[in-house]
């Protein structure tokens, strides 16, 4: 009798756990969409659900740093420095991102300017290079920039948006109704939409940061030309006017050979008559 009693006590409890299970998993399956934490914009991690948490994600609080400089400066071989510049740039790891070459008039000189992406920790080094080869510095200038609370907000903003996206991924395994389902699938598609656009602000900046940028002008002054004025420029024009004079009468005479020939000819023979008409004469 007493087994008999323990068994059916047994039952009883296995049961009772039974339906306490049961409610519990109708209650997650009956999940309603007003508990649902609000889309990205007005998203508040702290209260989300299953997030107990103020910020779970762990921050790069390293100092970020943008640098950007220019410089401009004469040079007596424009190709030549162009090549130091480009070899020196190649061996620091960096490339051009932009190159222009001009002539101005106005200040009669010819000119390239470089836009150049270097390395963080080779931007020094490269600027160093560059100014050494320079005859005269005309201007030089750094600025720095500190985008460490910019970068800490963008990467903090990027990470909530993640895990408001997974809190929505865990509400759309738990639910099995078809309205539930769209609004959760809408609610996502705005967060994945912000996420892109965090993530691509994040990478901007992560390279501004990673790469340096450097503006090269250099020029060579050309040589100034005589307008025509003065005495050394109409001194060497005569001399070139005459030369060339020469020359066409030269090559003149050379193309009129046949008339010379001629000419010739008879001379040659008008003094051999002139000589036999003497010698009959003297006889």
């Known amino acids: 009798m007493k087994p008999i009693l323990a068994a059916i006590f047994v039952l009883f409890i296995l049961s009772?756990?039974?339906?306490?299970?049961?409610?519990?998993y109708e209650k997650v399956e009956n999940i309603t969409?007003?508990?649902?934490?609000?889309?990205?914009?007005?998203?508040?991690?702290?209260?989300?659900?299953g997030d107990n948490s103020p910020e779970k994600a762990l921050t790069d609080t390293t100092k970020k740093i943008i640098k950007t400089g220019d410089i401009s400066f004469e040079v007596g071989n424009l190709n030549e420095t162009r090549k130091k510049i480009?070899?020196?740039?190649?061996?620091?790891?960096?490339?051009?991102?932009?190159?222009?070459?001009?002539?101005?008039?106005?200040?009669?000189?010819r000119e390239f300017e470089l836009k150049l992406r270097i390395p963080a920790k080779n931007f020094d080094l490269l600027l160093d290079s560059v100014s050494s080869d320079a005859d005269k510095i005309d201007s030089k200038n750094i600025s720095?920039?500190?985008?460490?609370?910019?970068?800490?907000?963008?990467?903090?903003?990027?990470?909530?948006?993640?895990?408001?996206?997974?809190?929505?991924?865990?509400?759309?395994?738990?639910?099995?109704?078809?309205?539930?389902?769209?609004q959760?699938?809408?609610?996502?598609?705005?967060?994945?939409?912000?996420?892109?656009?965090?993530?691509?602000?994040?990478?901007?900046?992560?390279?501004?940061v990673a790469y340096s940028s450097l503006v090269i002008t250099f020029y060579t002054k050309q040589i100034q030309?005589?307008?025509?004025?003065?005495?050394?420029?109409?001194?060497?024009?005569?001399?070139?006017?005459?030369?060339?004079?020469?020359?066409d009468l030269?090559?003149?005479?050379?193309?009129?050979?046949?008339?010379?020939?001629?000419?010739?000819?008879?001379?040659?023979?008008?003094?051999?008559w002139r000589k036999k008409r003497r010698l009959k004469i003297k006889q």
């Open 144 to 182: 720095v920039k500190d985008v460490t609370t910019e970068y800490i907000d963008v990467e903090t903003a990027l990470s909530n948006k993640k895990i408001l996206e997974s809190t929505y991924l865990g509400l759309l395994k738990k639910t099995d109704k078809m309205s539930d389902v769209l």
């Open 86 to 109: 480009l070899i020196s740039l190649k061996k620091l790891n960096g490339y051009v991102a932009e190159e222009s070459e001009t002539n101005n008039s106005d200040d009669n000189r």
């Open 250 to 272: 030269f090559f003149g005479i050379i193309s009129l050979w046949p008339v010379i020939l001629l000419i010739v000819l008879l001379y040659i023979l008008v003094k051999r």
């Open 16 to 24: 009772s756990c039974g339906r306490k299970n049961a409610k519990g």
């Open 33 to 49: 969409l007003k508990s649902l934490p609000p889309p990205p914009g007005n998203a508040d991690i702290s209260s989300a659900p």
């Open 225 to 247: 030309q005589d307008n025509g004025n003065g005495i050394g420029y109409k001194f060497k024009s005569a001399i070139v006017a005459g030369w060339g004079l020469l020359q």
């Open 184 to 208: 959760i699938e809408s609610k996502l598609t705005d967060i994945r939409t912000a996420i892109d656009s965090t993530q691509g602000e994040l990478n901007y900046l992560s390279k501004q």
